[in-house]
């Protein structure tokens, strides 16, 4: 298996130590290479390395320590708004503020986004990826001054790890989340199968001590994503998207 | 760079060769070591070779002479059901209705589906995206079954190269996707000088001739993804969704 992807895991201690330029050129430029849409790029990526800025956005990573810590932070953006700038002026009629083309914007950003961690990782770096630039998308819109027709989907922050790497993480079988030929769909047996390893695990078994719950399922659902986030945020980019110019049409 | 990265190109002719199943499954391993939301895995792949199902996609996929070709064809979902299976099994209330977690599923899915593609790369086959998957993802679900909370994002088609490897695909510039610190928009200068390499190509003046029409730009708003289809498909997949239960909270 390509090294990176077999060792890759989610690195939260950095060193100050910054990226040289001509390293982080090389890391996103392997972006680039990924894959896209028509090959008409409809994302962007924003590389914020000031710390005043990263002060600023630091809230709306729910200030995680990596987020503040990591001297290279990278939002990667759905952008009709340059793809749209280029046809208008050419005469020709942009027809992307609609969801399709949110899809295929925010899919082109995680593909990037995906060549950049593994290009980052091959060349000694450590990343993690922050869901959160969903949670406050339009307030980090804000901070980057994001035009309509650019939405942030994911962050990846970088930088040199501080000390040892962190144990890869576990995954469910890899008949889980495969299905042959056509979708099986789970029977409880599976299931229980399918889960069994992580809840017999040492780590289970503290996080269950930790939070007082009877199950790991629990502590999903009460404890890292309750419904009452799950709904404000949905509602609050669902409103931001359209906001942004993706539900015109 | 990583090798995979740098040569990565869509192939769209294929050998009728098989892919071994130890191949197949190290290939559908890389896609699993990805980052996912909360090591939820809220993604699925569904792995078709069957003759029969292939020339059943073929027409969601506007018969591409790739997609019937290739011997695998990997279907990327969203996936809530499996998870949400589970919540139920263990008395937690999943909450995962919502777009936030479409959005979080189809992530998982994307990144997961570019380390197949380069995992692929580097065992000697050759992969295409196909974004149809998207234009008729209800079909492309009732044929492979797909429950309630389960939507199609993508598909890679794969396969052993028929023939010499296309050349690879030129990209704009890297400061045309790159904006550091925060967004800086495109005056028509750097619109012009963005592009100006791509307008000024042997590949665009045959497109030219080929379509009768003045430039590029117009090319894709007039013959590869028009208004009307846009808008079409983007309300449909929208709907889609909903009916799949992603819009209940």
Redesign the interface.
Known sequence: ??K???E?R?VRKFKTTPVAADVL??I????????N?????V????????RA?IDRLAPCHFNQPCAMQAPVQITFCA?I???G???E????????D????F??A??DA??????V???AE?HGLGI??L?TA?YNAERIAE?????RG?VP??TIVMGYPDGDLPPL????P?E????????R??S?TD??R??AEREASPETAQLLAENDL?????I???R????EA??A???A??EYIKKQGFFN?
């Open positions: 298996m390509i990176e992807i077999r890759h989610s050129d090389e996103l430029l392997a972006g680039t290479r990924a894959s849409t028509g090959n008409m790029q994302y962007s990526m924003i590389v914020t390395t000031e800025l952008d708004n340059r793809f700038c280029w046809c002026q050419r005469d020709a009629m942009p027809a992307y609609n969801f399709l083309w899809m295929f925010a899919g995680m593909l990037a986004s995906q060549n961690a593994l290009e091959a993690c990826y869901g969903v901070i980057l001054g994001l035009p650019v989907v994911t993480t576990t995954r469910l890899l889980a989340v495969v299905h042959r030929e056509v979708y769909d789970y409880v299931i229980d399918l889960w009877p199950n790991l399922a629990r999903f659902t009460e890292r994503y309750t419904a799950n709904i945020v949905s509602r980019y669902f049409q």
